[in-house]
Every structure is written in C-alpha cells, then in structure tokens.
C-alpha cells in the first residue's frame, strides 16, 4: 500500500533555512578583503593604493600586496577629523557598518510565511466545509455514533403499533445471524408515513438509540443541487460510508423532496438532476445486501406522489403508519412531556388530552411549553389547569387581543352570534359538547369564539350529525337575523366551513337523494403535476348544476332548523347575550343553566 504524505509548513520553513545558510557560505567565498581603515590611511601613504570607489558609508579597491601583486580591498569610511586624530596618537581604527541581516532577512521572509500560512489555514478550512469546491461530491449527512444517541422508546409516546413494527429492525441489527437461520430476510426499506408533527423523525432516532448503531440523518432536499451529477455522487458516497460503519441505519427525511414520481417535471422536462438522484438512489438500494446490516429508513408525509419504483418490494418493503394520536395516545405523550415541567399534581392529563382532538405529537409539545411560559408570565411556581386551558384556547382561536376596541353595536351582535352557536349546538343530538363561549378578540379576525369538545375521538360521522354540525354553525348568523334583523359579515368562516361538510356530503359520501350513492369528489391531476393545473371533474354539467342545488338546499335547510330553535329560545339568546356582554365569557355549567332556565 503507497505511503501517504501530507504536506506541511514545516517543509518549507527548513527548505528556506537551508537556502539562507548556502547563500550565506557561497557569498563569504568570494567576498572582498576587509582592512582597517587605519591599514588603508598608512598604505595610502606609502603608495600602495592603486585606485578606489568611494560610497557614503565604504570604500572598494585595488592595492599592492608585499610581493607587489594587485588585491582587491574594502573597508569602511570613517570621520576625516576622527581619523586625522586618531592617526596622530598611532590608535589602530576601524569603520563597522551596523549589521541589518536579521531584519532584512524578516522583511522578506516573513510575508512569505504569511501567506503560506493563510493559505494553509483556507485550504484546511475549505476541506472541512461540505460542501467545500473540494468535496462537492460527498454528502452532507449528519452521523450520530453511538454516545450521541439518547432518544430511546421510552421517549417516544402515542405510536404503539408503529413501535412493535420496528422492533424487528433493533432485533435485527442487534444479532443479524438470528434471522438468517429460518432463512429470512429483513427488509431493505422502512417507510414512516404520516401526517406532519406525529414523530416520523423521533420514532427514527429512537431506533438507532435502542439499537446502538451509528445513525446517518439527511434531507431529501439535500441531495439535489444546482450542479448535475451532484446529488447521485451524494447518494454513492452515503452508501459507501454506511456499508463501512455497518451496522447502521441511512435515515432520509422528507423523502418526497428526491423521490417525486418521475415524468412530471413539466413541460420541459425539467429536474434531470432529481431523477438522476432518484435512480441513483434506486441503484444503491438494488446492489445492497441487507445482511450487512444497513438498514435505510424514510419519512414523508405525501406518499401518493412518491415514485412506484421507490415503493415496490425489495426497496421500501415496509411501510409503517405514524398516524394522529387518540386520547389515549395523546395522554401519554402529554405525560413524556410533562416530566420536564414543574406541574400541580391535582393536573388531570385525561381532560387535557380531551381537550386536544386532532392535535399531533408536535402541537402538544407546543401546548406544554405555552402553558409553562403563561404560568411564568402570572408568577407561578407550578404550571395548573387554567394555563393549560388558556394555552389550549389560544393554539386553537389565537393569542386574545383585549385592547381592540370594539364598539358596542359590535360587542352586541358578536355576543348573540356566539350565543346563537351555543344554543344551537346544545339543543341538537351527536353535536360536540360547548365548554366556553368567549367575546374577546382573538387572533387576527376573530372576535369572539364558541369552544366545542368533543367527549370521544370520532372516526365517523352519520348523516344526521353533520346536517346538525352544519346548522351549529349557522345559528351564529341565525340569532343575528332574530334579534337586529340583518347579518354581518361575522359569519364568513362558519359558512365556509359548513359549505364545506355539505360539498363533502354530496361528492365524496353519497349523501344525496337526487345523485344517489355516487362518488363524485374525482381529483384527476394532469401530466403537467408541478404547474398545479387541474382537469374538471369527469361528470356532466347537469351534475354539476345538481350538485350545486343540493349544496345550497342542505345549507338553506339547516339555516332554517337554526332559526325555528333560536326562535324559540328566543329569551334563553336574549338573556344570554347580557350575561356573556356583562362577564365576556360564559363557562360550560352556566351555559347549562342558562339554557335549562335554572
């Protein structure tokens, strides 16, 4: 095996010194002989000078020697009237020079270190930097070893299926030879998917930590670059790095940034540079045996737009589900949470859990810390329910804005909006329970809010339930028409929303009498994907007229069942509107009462 060498500024401060020494030997050989300036007043005396050069500080010449030859001389001048004198006591003297050798030797020498040694310093750091011009190819992966690892499963909460999935994976890279003996193979690929903030990235951590392997962590979006060729050279050098610290795991976040379905570039057929990335990739992931023990792992959250080759078996054999918590998951990942805040032990996990349907791993992080960061704004020692109720309310409508002036026409007609979704929501079955209703602004534009908890996680919904969802939300523009006899513009976001559930009704779950039960939610995308055109739906225009008349006639029909309520409860609205204008907010027992006439 060639030796290497490496280079050093050591060299070249020997290699000058060396030069110096021999300059200095060859100029003393054929240097001049030096004399006295008082040998040269004598000699000049007696004759013996034969011709002279004289500068400002030496004279240069020719003499005769005892044997009458010519020799070369020099010596230095000195003072006329000093040498005079001195010549008259018979005083032997001398001119010196002062000798400059050593500062002009640094005069020269040293910008030269001086740029050796910056230049030495760049280049070094150029080499250490990714990507440097010296090493465009090599990828930017971030390698966690074993010691840096300390996220284990107990960290990681609310993905219990996903968990015992890839138990398997941590068996395996912890004794390899256990799965060849019935000769099985453990998979190539892992695909984590699910939405964004479940804990994809933890869950791929937490693997690597259990399993004590060093643990390779890089981007999608990293491999691509501006030059071609790059991204591939990047996808070969992570490969060959992993096979020489195997076992291991490759871990490609936000795969979706490099595994795009090929084809759909655009119109010029454009990203040459992903797909050569990508099939790459596809390579790499074809020549590896996975009884080496790298294991490659994934994450994203649009697995309907990743190429199919990615996808088939022997690539991401297996895909793991990291789906939403349910209460009980998200109670349990509340609790891994909470241990790094000082809590109030009367603090019910449960009810908080309760309260946050649809929030995923990340939002309940959030939650926790905004809770703690309230209960150090009030002056508190430990962070209790009402933080967490505060921070709850402001993730969901937004921070409150208690200084927006509000005239009172306006308080007025916010607070039977809300009260009007109250009433509503409370007098319809299979509608959410109301915990508080609230005028103070919040957020950008909302300046008031009813809050709805639902008692279970909901995975269907019948027909009945989102017709009463539907005209929940528009007893707020209901009770504005009963008591002022007009409508504001309070009511943009609850005909949107109940727009929406009625559209979702007729196209998507058949809820249609007149279209029956038809699928007609058809979201065909055309080859040019990345310009986000989209074809028309695939029915007739008649259809589309009837699916407009069904949307219209649910909403008008809910609008009405809205009405005939509040009509009713007209003094339950009336009275309420005074309390929530007098209190601002109305919690859930007094919403009770107020509604049961108590």
């Given at each position: 095996m060639e030796k290497e060498h490496k280079f050093s500024i050591w060299y070249v401060l020997i290699g000058i010194w060396i030069v110096l020494i021999v300059q200095s030997y060859i100029a003393s050989m054929f240097a001049l002989k030096t004399i006295p300036y008082s040998q040269?007043?004598?000699?000049?005396?007696?004759?013996?000078?034969?011709?002279?050069?004289?500068?400002?500080?030496?004279?240069?010449?020719?003499?005769?020697?005892?044997?009458?030859?010519t020799e070369d001389f020099k010596t230095v001048r000195v003072d006329p009237e000093l040498s005079t004198m001195l010549d008259q006591y018979k005083v032997t003297f001398k001119g010196q020079i002062e000798s400059t050798f050593l500062r002009d030797l640094i005069s020269w020498v040293f910008p030269i270190v001086l740029f050796i040694g910056i230049w030495y310093f760049l280049m070094k750091r150029m080499a250490g930097q990714?990507?440097?011009?010296?090493?465009?190819?090599?990828?930017?992966?971030?390698?966690?070893?074993?010691?840096?690892?300390?996220?284990?499963?107990?960290?990681?909460?609310?993905?219990?299926?996903?968990?015992?999935e890839l138990t398997e994976v941590i068996d395996f890279l912890k004794n390899p030879s256990k799965f060849g003996e019935l000769g099985g193979k453990i998979p190539k690929g892992i695909l984590l998917v699910g939405p964004p903030g479940t804990g994809k990235t933890l869950l791929a951590k937490a693997v690597a930590g259990e399993s004590g392997v060093p643990f390779f962590s890089m981007s999608g979006s990293e491999f691509v670059e501006m030059f071609v060729g790059l991204g591939a050279a990047r996808v070969r050098d992570l490969f060959e790095q992993a096979k020489k610290r195997a076992p291991c795991i490759i871990f490609i976040d936000e795969l979706d940034a490099l595994g795009k379905a090929r084809g759909l570039g655009g119109v010029t057929g454009g990203h040459d540079e992903r797909e050569q990335t990508l099939n790459q990739l596809l390579v790499e992931m074809d020549g590896f045996d996975s009884k080496i023990g790298v294991i490659l792992m994934a994450a994203t959250n649009r697995p309907e737009i990743l190429d199919p080759a990615l996808l088939r078996p022997g690539r991401f054999d297996r895909h793991v589900l990291v789906d939403r918590p349910d209460k009980v998951g998200r109670e349990a990942i509340l609790k891994v949470h909470l241990r790094t805040v000082k809590v109030d032990p009367g603090i019910d996990v449960s009810q908080i859990a309760g309260m946050t349907p649809g929030m995923v791993g990340a939002d309940l992080a959030n939650l926790v810390n905004e809770a703690a960061l309230l209960a150090v704004r009030r002056g508190k020692r430990e962070v209790d329910m009402s933080d967490f109720e505060e921070a709850v309310?402001?993730?969901?409508?937004?921070?409150?804005?208690?200084?927006?002036?509000?005239?009172?026409?306006?308080?007025?007609?916010?607070?039977?909006?809300?009260?009007?979704?109250?009433?509503?929501?409370?007098?319809?079955?299979?509608?959410?329970?109301?915990?508080?209703?609230?005028?103070?602004?919040?957020?950008?534009?909302?300046?008031?809010y009813t809050m709805q908890v639902p008692t279970d996680d909901r995975f269907l919904m019948s027909r009945t339930e989102l017709l009463n969802k539907i005209a929940s939300l528009l007893g707020g523009r209901a009770a504005e028409e009963i008591i002022f006899g007009d409508i504001s513009t309070g009511a943009h976001n609850d005909l949107s929303r109940a727009t929406d559930i009625a559209k979702s009704m007729i196209k998507e779950y058949g809820m249609s009498d007149k279209l029956g039960q038809v699928y007609l939610a058809h979201d065909k995308r055309s080859p040019f994907l990345d310009m986000g055109m989209q074809s028309p739906g695939d029915y007739s225009e008649a259809t589309s007229e009837?699916?407009?008349?069904?949307?219209?006639?649910?909403?008008?029909?809910?609008?009405?069942?809205?009405?005939?309520?509040?009509?009713?409860?007209?003094?339950?609205?009336?009275?309420?509107?005074?309390?929530?204008?007098?209190?601002?907010?109305?919690?859930?027992?007094?919403?009770?009462?107020?509604?049961?006439?108590?």
């Open positions: 040269f007043m004598n000699l000049l005396k007696q004759g013996k000078i034969i011709e002279i050069a004289v500068t400002e500080n030496q004279i240069q010449g020719k003499m005769r020697g005892p044997e009458g030859q990714q990507p440097g011009f010296m090493s465009l190819g090599k990828n930017k992966a971030k390698i966690y070893v074993e010691d840096e690892l300390k996220i284990r499963f107990t960290d990681v909460a609310g993905v219990d299926e996903a968990e015992q309310e402001r993730i969901i409508a937004g921070l409150e804005k208690k200084n927006r002036l509000i005239n009172k026409r306006e308080r007025e007609i916010v607070a039977h909006h809300e009260m009007g979704h109250a009433i509503v929501a409370m007098s319809l079955p299979g509608t959410d329970p109301v915990q508080k209703i609230s005028i103070i602004p919040r957020g950008i534009a909302a300046l008031g009837t699916i407009d008349e069904e949307i219209r006639r649910i909403i008008s029909s809910q609008y009405k069942v809205a009405l005939d309520i509040l009509k009713e409860k007209k003094d339950v609205l009336t009275k309420g509107a005074a309390v929530l204008l007098e209190k601002e907010k109305i919690e859930q027992e007094e919403i009770k009462a107020l509604i049961q006439g108590v």
